[in-house]
């Protein structure tokens, strides 16, 4: 079965799966989060584990055809990896200081790659029961809980003064100069990818990335702000990307709720 020829079943099954991936997080939340490091000396707790196992299993129950990469089982040899023409691109719990922190902001993230690109993601928000979802000529879509879902766009034009949208945990102090070259703005600092969906929902314009993640950090999130109407590129203009490379490392990036406003100048000196 191909995910992209019935998008909108696809997308209820995904965001059901994380869904269920959010309810075995917050198993955690409250107790003992069996906290370890992991080799590059990031966090590492039994949520992120919980998640990464019913995610897998899900994903590899419903399209066994399609390979999964995820955060927890990124070991697969890029000889391998390089071959995909499709495949899910999972981050179980993005946000793991937030978690750790428990101030509800932290997400699970499954996007579906294909060609190189995101072209549909699922962003859930364990806390709120919040998801927010789309495909590439579908949409984008918030929902929470059980409720009906809405649709969600980018702001078009963006606001004055723009709202921008910042890490929480990975505080670029470069940033400040180069963001009063846009003029007149407001600046809000938040985990996760929850400022991809700030920007998706028309609640943000712009969040500019000049610190590292990686692809499983973007890729769900990007799927929805682009069926959104957004866009996100890298400091040259062009979109960002995914499996083009043996390592995991994004290159700077750009989140944009209204692609004709020139937000990259201040950037590309």
């Not at 707790?45 to 919980?50: N, V």
């Not at 963006?158 to 505080?171: L, N, T």
Request: net charge negative; with cysteine.
């Amino acid at each position: 079965m191909n995910p992209e020829k019935n998008p909108l079943d696809v997308l209820e099954k995904l965001v059901d799966i994380s869904r269920r991936a959010g309810l075995a997080i917050m198993e955690w939340y409250e107790g003992d989060m069996g906290i370890t490091q992991k080799a590059d000396d990031s966090p590492l707790t039994r949520a992120d584990l919980a998640s990464h196992e019913l995610i897998n299993t899900e994903l590899t129950r419903l399209w066994p055809e399609i390979p999964v990469l995820s955060e927890e089982s990124a070991d697969i040899p890029w000889k391998t990896r390089q071959a995909w023409q499709q495949y899910w691109l999972v981050d179980p719990l993005d946000g793991t200081k937030e978690f750790i922190s428990r101030n509800g902001e932290f997400t699970v993230n499954i996007a579906l790659i294909r060609d190189h690109k995101p072209v549909m993601g699922v962003v859930h928000v364990p806390v709120t029961d919040t998801s927010f979802y789309g495909a590439c000529g579908t949409g984008a879509f918030r929902r929470a809980g059980n409720g009906e879902s809405s649709t969600i766009s980018t702001r078009q034009p963006a606001a004055k003064p723009a709202i921008i949208v910042g890490s929480r945990s990975h505080a670029n102090p470069e940033l400040a100069a180069q963001l009063e070259a846009l003029g007149s703005h407001e600046l809000i600092s938040m985990g996760s990818s929850l400022k991809f969906c700030r920007v998706a929902e028309g609640l943000a314009d712009f969040y500019p990335r000049l610190g590292p993640t990686c692809e499983w950090d973007t890729g769900a999130a990007q799927a929805v702000v682009e069926a959104a109407g957004g866009q996100v590129v890298k400091i040259d203009g062009s979109p960002l990307e995914y499996n083009r490379k043996e390592v995991f490392l994004n290159p700077y990036f750009f989140v944009l709720g209204d692609p004709k406003r020139d937000w990259l100048e201040p950037f590309q000196g």
